[in-house]
């Protein structure tokens, strides 16, 4: 049986190397070549002697995520992959201050979210640590030829990361690795509905990322309406475990909210909102809606936004509103995947 190395630790690759009679160090050697380097055949491995190369050959392979469809804007980059027959996004966003990478964390997603394409099809299952791991090396690979990197992770694709704990935390601490990309956890955003008890585990974790909580609405008829979670966890409970989170790392937690025209975005629902964050170490992260197929939520105009923003500001609420990103190319989250998933329905 042929044994895929990509994924492996450090560790597992030592007694892999030592399993054949290797050195440990050769392990240090391959992983910088499958991680840091993009080289994923053994004959590249030009450090190591020709009949270990051969050797390796025969007896495993390096399996990364594997290129199925590429749509590009000017700067942003979305690719749907297959992971061990998964399709997932993941979306390179060139930012001024470095290259932001979105990835997924489950294949679909099981939450509900009524404006959200990635759950329109359920949530087929989780992705494994390594699954994670695979998007941001696949993009950081494609930067490395143009002599770049990947400089910060945002896991706020599709699925909800909070319901996939184990998994998340596998992967927070692999990219994290000098032998991966030693990326620092401050570098790294994780975003939640809301799975209250989760978010404590995070917090206890003691893995200094950012938190951020999409929060949509705020009051709970309308964030029930919207995100079925809150029948379970609702507002302030969930505003409380942010409170826990910021107080428990001191770190700022972010509350993402897309404004939808005519449903969660006049001055009152402002005002509400700046009171639900008031005394809290918090800032709101607005999000103008991406239009998804199929459903009939809009984008507000400019003057409401406008309007919404300066409520927040009189009241001391820090907030910026997401520059726009990839509307053109179906970056929704999930939109590319389902076009995927219904062009296989139509063949
Ligand atoms: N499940 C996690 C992470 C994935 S969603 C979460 O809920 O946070 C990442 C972010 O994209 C969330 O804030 C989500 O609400 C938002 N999002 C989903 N659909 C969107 C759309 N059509 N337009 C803009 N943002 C959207």
Redesign the pocket.
Known sequence: MIKNLFGLTLEQLQSEMQSIGQKKFRAGQIAAWIYQRGVHSFDGMNDLSKELRARLSEMYSIEPARLITQLNSPSTTKFLLELNGARVECVLMRHDYGNSVCISSQVG?A?G?A????TLNGCQRNLTAVEMLAQVVFINDRLRAESQKVDSIVV??T???LQNFDNLIGFLKMIHEPYTLGMSYRRIVV???GIVPNIDRLAASDIPITL?I?L?APTDELRSQLMPINRTFDIKTVVEAGGRYADRTGRRVTY?Y?LIDGVNDSTEHARQLATLLKNQLANVNL?P??P?EGKSFRRPSKERIKDFVTVLESRGLGSTVRKEFGAEIDA??GQLRNRDLSAKVMK
């Open positions: 997603c939450m979210c404006f959200c394409a990635s706020m694709g699925g909800e990361p975003s939640t509905c951020s999409s949509h993402e897309i999000i809606i991406n998804v929704a989250c």
